[in-house]
């Protein structure tokens, strides 16, 4: 009923720069947060960055003022700058978003992944 679709991963030079999107779509009343996690080969998953609607935004110290995150609530979309990439950035990308299909019932949703890999 609901799907989230990544996009946008791929392979890129340390130092550069990557744009991840994750569209949501199905049956949405609404959405609540929306976030990116990742997973590094033999690494459990990690969050990266999370915005949650009127509340805020959080992400992990070690992408701090390297990485932006946006959230569009009338698309149902999310995304992810990454600027000043670093080989230990090197993972799969998950989009998350904790999604209301009616007002009263709602869960968590995961995408499919999307690989990032930064050479160094």
């Known amino acids: 009923q609901v799907q989230l679709v990544e996009s946008g991963g791929g392979l890129v030079q340390a130092g550069g720069s990557l744009r991840l999107s994750c569209a949501a779509s199905g049956s949405i009343n609404s959405i609540r947060l929306m976030g990116w996690y990742r997973q590094a080969p033999g690494k459990e998953r990690e969050m990266v960055a999370t915005v949650n609607s009127g509340v805020g935004i959080n992400y992990a110290d070690s992408v701090k003022d390297r990485f932006s995150i946006s959230m569009d609530n009338a698309k149902n979309t999310v995304s992810l700058q990454m600027n000043s990439l670093k080989p230990e950035d090197t993972a799969v990308y998950y989009c998350?978003?904790?999604?209301?299909?009616?007002?009263?019932?709602?869960?968590?949703?995961w995408g499919q992944g999307t690989q990032v890999t930064v050479a160094s």
């Open positions: 998350n978003a904790y999604i209301y299909t009616t007002p009263i019932m709602s869960e968590y949703y």
